[in-house]
């Protein structure tokens, strides 16, 4: 169920990411310039290290068990 949760959050920050990689890209801004964008991606990789964390702490307690 926690996944569950975690991967609704990463797509719909994946899709906010998205849009400001195409709004940078019409303005002619390199995406590392971007701060927005930059900021965005952050959070997308938090949430995806997170998932990561989770999925192997849930194969160990498999592995126990």
Not at 24 to 47: R, S, T
Request: net charge positive; charged share 40%; proline share 2%.
């Amino acid at each position: 169920m926690k996944n569950l949760s975690f991967n609704k959050k990463l797509e719909i920050e994946r899709e906010k990411l998205d849009k400001l990689a195409v709004e940078a890209l019409k303005k002619g801004i390199p995406l590392n310039q971007d701060e927005a964008f930059i900021a965005q991606n952050h959070k997308v990789d938090e949430l995806v290290v997170r998932i990561q964390r989770d999925k192997l702490k849930n194969r160990k307690n498999q592995q126990v068990r």
